[in-house]
T-cell receptor
Framework: NAGVTQTPKFQVLKTGQSMTLQCAQDMNHNSMYWYRQDPGMGLRLIYYSASEGTTDKGEVPNGYNVSRLNKREFSLRLESAAPSQTSVYFC????????????FGPGTRLTVT | RKEVEQDPGPFNVPEGATVAFNCTYSNSASQSFFWYRQDCRKEPKLLMSVYSSGNEDGRFTAQLNRASQYISLLIRDSKLSDSATYLCVVMSYGGSQGNLIFGKGTKLSVKP
């Protein structure tokens, strides 16, 4: 039982390049989330998916797109990276069955130069 | 008023001390409350849920005051390993933010 996995762990991009951050969970959770975390800003929600087939914008969606590929996988795409997107990105899934505990992946450290 | 507010700290305390953090929330319809712990350069992990009657888990005690819209976390007999950032999380049903709102965190540093 791996929980929430994310790839890659680290990435350096040049301005204008694109990339996709991958996330998968093996806990059969319906809800999945993408956050970014910057110093002094806390966790900010980018997009979330309440269930397979649905996605919704969070607080800071500009410059990002998401795909809920199936119940397990939720990817985040940067179409044209900008230095302002330098951040740590966390994927999470939520247990709505009982505890409402949110489980996080280990994060992706992205630098855009 | 921000949705979830915490004192960012840092709280610098000696080993063995008792330390308390508060968190205020603005949505009176909020229904679930949590404290998460985040170690440096790691992902957040659930520390404990906060129940209306208050709850205790070893050295940690969480309280909820719905009338004043705040939750608290008390850590007794602090250990070096308690050094981390503590995130207050409030969950509301409905709304546009996926339901969970995170505070920015309170940093705790426990010194020998």
């Amino acid at each position: 039982n791996a929980g929430v996995t994310q790839t890659p762990k680290f990435q350096v991009l040049k301005t204008g390049q694109s990339m996709t951050l991958q996330c998968a969970q093996d806990m059969n959770h319906n809800s999945m989330y993408w956050y970014r975390q910057d110093p002094g800003m806390g966790l900010r929600l980018i997009y979330y998916s309440a269930s397979e087939g649905t996605t919704d914008k969070g607080e800071v969606p500009n410059g990002y797109n998401v795909s809920r590929l199936n119940k397990r996988e939720f990817s985040l795409r940067l179409e044209s990276a900008a230095p302002s997107q330098t951040s740590v990105y966390f994927c999470a899934s939520l247990d709505r069955g009982s505890s409402y505990e949110q489980y996080f992946g280990p994060g992706t450290r992205l630098t855009v130069t | 008023r921000k949705e979830v507010e915490q004192d960012p700290g840092p709280f610098n305390v000696p080993e063995g001390a008792t330390v308390a953090f508060n968190c205020t929330y603005s949505n009176s319809a909020s229904q679930s409350f949590f404290w998460y712990r985040q170690d440096c350069r790691k992902e957040p992990k659930l520390l404990m849920s906060v129940y209306s009657s208050g709850n205790e888990d070893g050295r940690f005690t969480a309280q909820l005051n719905r009338a004043s819209q705040y939750i608290s976390l008390l850590i007794r007999d602090s250990k070096l390993s308690d050094s981390a950032t503590y995130l207050c999380v409030v969950m509301s049903y409905g709304g546009s933010q996926g339901n969970l709102i995170f505070g920015k965190g309170t940093k705790l540093s426990v010194k020998p």
